[in-house]
């Protein structure tokens, strides 16, 4: 018998993310029936992410014979080449745990071609008939195994796959770009831009590329730094410290604030630029998955922020 994997899928109809693998046997017919199959799935990194059980996506009747035959008939089925195979098409599911999809996205990002590798290890049970007149038995249950590799490239993946697996939705679930508040018209064109830049993070995190999402994130606080003295900013920072004061914070407190998203401008530059302030090239910062989820949630709380003191309905 020969699996050959057809078709994986994501199952749209279940709770936890589960993946529908489509496989086809072949198999000699009257000779051999496919009984059952299963098996587990294997990461680029060689841990088991998941096991697979068939099943059935519809129930239908579905007959399949062996024949009695002499071992002389038994040879000219074996020489017959396609003329005697026949396919079962199964259906399995595997069931992805958080954890699981997690692995599977750290070993993408190791990937030469940011693309999702799977090795399958399937368990096949058969029946199959015994023309050995000195054995007892005439039909004999076999086990045998199968291995499989399947290769899901960085396009399909983050087309067809991440959206409905929730990649990137573990965090960006609970925090999502806020809709758009009734801002005063002073801030309207900031206010889109700056939800423009977050909404542009949150797609690069769903596609796993991190250096993106830095990159969209020093746009975006390099238009929401107001405290920077320039002509352009300064009527926003000057209703901004307004809007605080409003709210009883202290002027101590508003500069904090401030300072703190000048700062965190000048700690995203440090993932873009590769020269110092001075001239001097320097060591380029090792981008990752923390540093994305950091910029964007901070990026989601200050738009929240901005859309509430600026809003013409309090």
């Known amino acids: 018998m020969d699996i050959k994997i057809r078709s994986i899928e994501i199952d749209t109809q279940t709770i936890a993310p589960t993946l529908t693998i489509r496989v086809e046997i072949t198999y000699y017919s009257r000779l051999e029936i496919p009984v059952s199959i299963s098996g587990k799935i294997n990461a680029a990194s060689g841990k088991t992410i998941a096991y697979t059980n068939e099943f059935y996506a519809r129930i239908s009747e579905k007959q399949m014979d062996i024949y009695p035959m002499s071992e002389k008939e038994k040879d000219t089925i074996f020489s017959g080449g396609n003329k005697f195979h026949n396919e079962y098409n199964a259906t399995l599911s595997a069931t992805l745990s958080h954890a699981a999809i997690d692995h599977i996205e750290l070993y993408r990002e190791k990937d030469h071609e940011k693309a999702v590798r799977f090795n399958f290890e399937f368990l096949l049970k058969k029946l199959e008939f015994i023309s050995d007149p000195t054995e007892r038995s005439t039909i004999r249950m076999q086990t045998s195994g199968g291995f499989e590799h399947f290769v ?10 991440s959206p409905l697996l929730g990649i ?14 009734t ?10 831009r700056l939800a423009l830049r977050l909404k542009e993070m949150e797609e690069a995190i769903r596609q796993g590329d991190w250096q993106k999402t830095m990159d969209r994130s020093r746009q975006f606080y390099e238009a929401l730094k107001i405290s920077d003295g320039k002509d352009g900013h300064k009527k926003f920072d000057e209703e901004l410290r307004k809007l605080f004061l ?17 700062n965190f401008f000048e700690y995203n530059s440090k993932f873009v630029h590769d020269n110092d302030k001075k001239g001097n ?27 509430k003191k600026t809003s013409k309905l309090r």
């Open 246 to 262: 409003k709210d009883q914070h202290s002027d101590e407190g508003i500069q904090n604030f401030l300072d703190s998203i000048w």
């Open 152 to 161: 899901i490239n960085q396009s399909d993946w983050v087309k067809k796959y």
């Open 281 to 307: 090239l320097k060591p380029i910062p090792v981008t990752t998955k923390e540093d994305a989820y950091f910029a964007y949630a901070l990026g989601v709380g200050l738009l929240n922020i901005i859309g």
């Open 183 to 192: 801002v005063s018209a002073d801030w309207t064109a900031l206010y889109d």
């Open 168 to 181: 990137g939705n573990f965090l960006l679930l609970e925090l999502q770009i806020p809709d758009k508040h």
